[in-house]
């Protein structure tokens, strides 16, 4: 029988636990430690959350108490020393997660620590000579099936639980068998919570893709990418009934819009529609979305390229299609083209969105960044686009995002309705990446939240007719009028690179600082220019000239 208390408290450190308020004995049996080492926390670590003042007619009676949410989020940053594990808790196991599972009942350890276990240190033992991506795609698969077991046992999830019965195991088979530690450590480490979950799905997911060969990390969209495109339809479009991805490659953007939506206020959508290309990534797509909370997945194998009669339209479009590629010119363009020929892969799925969208539904589509300033039929669409007033906002993403390709990237974001010629939001995001590896970067969750506030602001600001001028140096509104000047291109550093003044020097000591500055960058060039004029007479000397 426990003493811990649950009161109305104000908060939300924790939520779940926003209520709950423990003693100091409390603090030491469900994290697991003796008493003095409550004691001694509090005493070391001015971090450490304070007690919550007692009323007058308690004083010296009842002990103090703390809310469990702070204790648990304070908890939950100190990883237990790997000689104080208990028996089934795998290294990374922190404080938090046994605080946690004694309040709840659950067992201490959860699913993503036991994941970072079979990820980390026990990854070599535990796969042997089997290749790693064949290890990952099994345990991304066990993984998917311990959320599922566990939703199980709660009301109203047994049709859920089913759907996630139904898929399929991974296409090639284990080597002699999965090894019993591998499935008894899950076995011991269900998910504490949905985010536990989710967050042991997607760590494997990510290792999977970094671990395969071109062919499958190619189609898999980056996480921070997919949050921006998500996050921003969220914020304008979060309670539509049924978002769709027409390449849902491994159903990434609409897992991470059901994530987004889910942060919101209000219900979110719990039916997802797409389109995979190919059976395994089919299966990946059809854990992915269910981890995330979908009901209803109807995701179904599709072709290479747009249909050319879909069912249905759809208030929210999210898609990274193929591009680099030329169109087929075989047979009739198909209907979709309304604003013009579609010569590349990239216009062809962009104009195929559109027809799709429903009255003042939104799409967000990724492109390559030369999409923006291709000539011929491409300025064709763009300037189609533009006039009809489809496209809201073009928002360039940093470099290396992809492992496998250092291409730049934009978002285009658009809206269904044709209208009067709006402006344009542009949006330059390039410098916002940090570097994560020699040949990686990703955008920070800040970097995130700034690009999503950005498009966010721009309509709402569209939506009350009020202005929005954008933000100096990273955004700027721009008429139709300076796009046709600059033959229609979209790209945003065109805009707002070139809409920022230098700013006036009037101080002389810096004024004299920038001119010695130059001095020496001319010497400098100067240098270079003589040794590759001696470098090219050294050249014409070798051969008698």
């Known amino acids: 029988m426990t003493d811990f208390d649950v009161r109305s408290r104000g908060g939300d450190a924790n939520p779940e636990f926003a209520g709950v308020l423990v003693s100091r004995p409390d603090i030491a049996r469900l994290a697991g430690v003796k008493r003095p080492a409550v004691t001694n926390w509090e005493r070391r670590y001015a971090d450490y959350p304070a007690p919550l003042p007692r009323s007058e007619g308690a004083r010296g009676a009842a002990p103090e108490m703390f809310r469990a949410d702070e204790v ?11 000689n104080a594990l208990l028996p089934g808790e795998p290294s990374g196991t922190t404080y938090g997660d046994r605080f946690r599972a004694g309040l709840t009942g659950s067992r201490a350890g959860g699913l993503l620590a ?27 698969y066990l993984v998917f099936r311990a959320i599922v077991e566990a939703d199980g046992g709660q009301e109203g ?131 992915n979305v269910r981890v995330h909370g979908a009901d209803d997945a109807e995701l179904a194998l599709g072709p290479g390229a747009p249909p050319p009669d879909p069912d249905g339209m759809f208030d929210v ?12 010119d075989d047979g009739p363009p198909p209907a979709y083209w309304t604003y013009g020929p579609a010569r590349r892969v990239e216009f062809d799925w962009l104009q195929y969105v559109i027809s799709r969208l429903a009255p003042e539904g939104r799409a967000a589509v990724l492109m390559p960044a030369a999409a923006a300033f291709h000539t011929g039929a491409a300025r064709t669409v763009r300037a189609g686009l533009v006039e009809a007033g489809i496209v809201e906002c073009v928002m360039a993403l940093p470099g290396q995002l992809f492992g496998q390709t250092a291409i730049k990237t934009h978002i285009w974001f658009l809206r269904a309705t044709p209208g009067p010629v709006r402006d344009v939001l542009f949006v330059d995001g390039e410098d916002l990446g940090h570097v994560v590896s020699r040949t990686r970067q990703t955008l920070f969750d800040d970097d995130v939240a700034r690009l999503v506030r ?45 809409a920022m003044p230098e700013p006036a020097v009037t101080d002389s000591a810096e004024v004299r600082g920038r001119l010695a500055g130059l001095a020496q960058e001319i010497e400098v060039l100067q240098a270079r220019a003589r040794n590759a004029d001696a470098d090219a007479l050294r050249q014409l000397r070798r051969y008698g000239l």
């Open 317 to 328: 479009i999210l898609t990274n299609p193929p591009f680099g590629g030329r169109t087929r």
């Open 157 to 287: 999830s047994q049709g859920r639980t089913q759907a996630g019965r139904d898929v399929a195991v991974p296409e090639e088979k284990y080597p002699r068998g999965l090894p019993a530690d591998l499935q008894n450590l899950l076995d011991r480490n269900p998910p504490s919570s949905p985010e536990d979950g989710r967050q042991a799905f997607d760590l494997v997911l990510t290792l999977l893709r970094d671990a395969e060969d071109r062919g499958f990390g190619d189609f898999l969209t980056p996480p921070s990418v997919s949050r921006v495109m998500a996050g921003a339809l969220a914020a304008v479009a979060p309670a539509v009934p049924t978002p769709y991805d027409p390449f849902c490659r491994t159903g990434e953007l609409l897992a991470a819009y059901l994530d987004a939506t889910a942060e919101r206020d209000g219900p979110g959508p719990r039916r997802v529609r797409g389109r995979v290309l190919h059976d395994r990534a089919l299966r990946i797509a059809r854990m």
């Open 114 to 140: 036991a994941v970072k276990e079979l990820t980390g240190p026990a990854a070599e033992r535990m796969r042997g000579p089997v290749p790693l991506p064949l290890y990952l795609d099994w345990l991304l």
């Open 72 to 82: 648990l989020a304070w908890l939950s940053a100190r990883p237990i020393p790997a």
């Open 454 to 498: 950005e498009y966010g602001s721009w309509c709402s600001a569209a939506d009350s007719e009020r202005e929005y001028p954008g933000t100096p140096g990273l955004s700027r509104a721009v008429a139709p009028g300076e796009i046709v000047a600059h033959d229609h291109r979209l790209d945003p550093a065109t805009y707002v690179r070139t």
